[in-house]
């Protein structure tokens, strides 16, 4: 089976322009979730869907920050403008129902904003 | 609010032998679940095992095990018989709270395996 896959794995951009980051869950979870990783930071949840919906969005930084889920294939995460501050790594990952669904992880997306 | 701490930042272990990996957590929900996590040098974030709190036998998946302690709020994983391929950055995370599905992570704990 296919697993979480993210898109793209590497951005370099400049400050300032609009990043996209994708991310297709596995088929027949019902949940999606973003995190992003710093070394200062750790791992640190921005935001979650259960059937497409936004359950909990109060890890995104701040209104730069964007993320939707039109389907249940497919999800983005938006940052317009960027900031230097943040480059991280980005996951995306997906659980199907249950508490004990143990969240899998995609390749994350590396983000580097000079 | 929920916090997972990882006392270790790093550890050297000689192949072969058994590692434990501490990891406490600080929770007022009654319900809640543990996971640990490998992260490789390569960056991909690898579910390794799961703990219910309400499970009464400690989980075991293959060479890991966690071993939990309730009354002490902590899950220390061990790998037994270590590998050179077990060097890698480990995570213990908590998903609980109100019905909140997000995990909170540790900082992680830098494994290191020696010849």
């Known amino acids: 089976d296919a697993g979480v896959i993210q898109s793209p794995r590497h951005e370099v951009t400049e400050m300032g322009q609009e990043v996209t980051l994708r991310c297709k869950p596995i088929?027949?979870?019902?949940?999606l979730f973003w995190y992003r990783q710093t070394m200062m930071r750790g791992l640190e949840l921005l935001i979650y869907?259960?059937?497409?919906?936004?359950?909990?969005d109060s890890g995104m930084p701040e209104d730069r920050f964007s993320a939707k889920m039109p389907n249940a294939s497919f999800s983005t995460l938006k940052i317009q403008p960027s900031e230097p501050r943040d480059s991280a790594v980005y996951f995306c990952?997906?659980?199907?129902?249950?508490?004990?669904?143990?969240?899998?992880f995609g390749d994350g997306t590396r983000l580097s904003i000079l | 609010a929920q916090k997972i701490t990882q006392t270790q930042p790093g550890m050297f272990v000689q192949e072969k032998e058994a590692v434990t990996l501490d990891c406490t957590y600080d929770?007022?929900?009654?319900?809640?679940?543990l996971f640990w996590y490998k992260q490789p040098s390569s960056g991909e974030m690898i579910f390794l095992i799961y703990?219910?709190?309400?499970?009464?036998q400690n989980a075991t998946e293959g060479r890991y095990s966690l071993n939990f302690q309730k009354a002490r709020k902590s899950a220390n994983l061990v790998i037994s018989a270590s590998q050179l391929g077990d060097s890698a950055m480990y995570f213990c995370?908590?998903?609980?709270?109100?019905?909140?599905?997000?995990?909170?992570f540790g900082k992680g704990t830098h494994l290191i395996i020696q010849p």
């Open positions: 990952a997906s659980n199907e129902q249950g508490r004990n669904q143990p969240q899998h």
């Open positions: 088929s027949g979870h019902d949940y």
């Open positions: 869907f259960n059937n497409n919906v936004p359950i909990d």
């Open positions: 929770t007022s929900d009654p319900s809640y679940g």
């Open positions: 703990q219910g709190s309400y499970d009464q």
């Open positions: 995370a908590m998903r609980g709270g109100g019905g909140a599905d997000g995990l909170t």
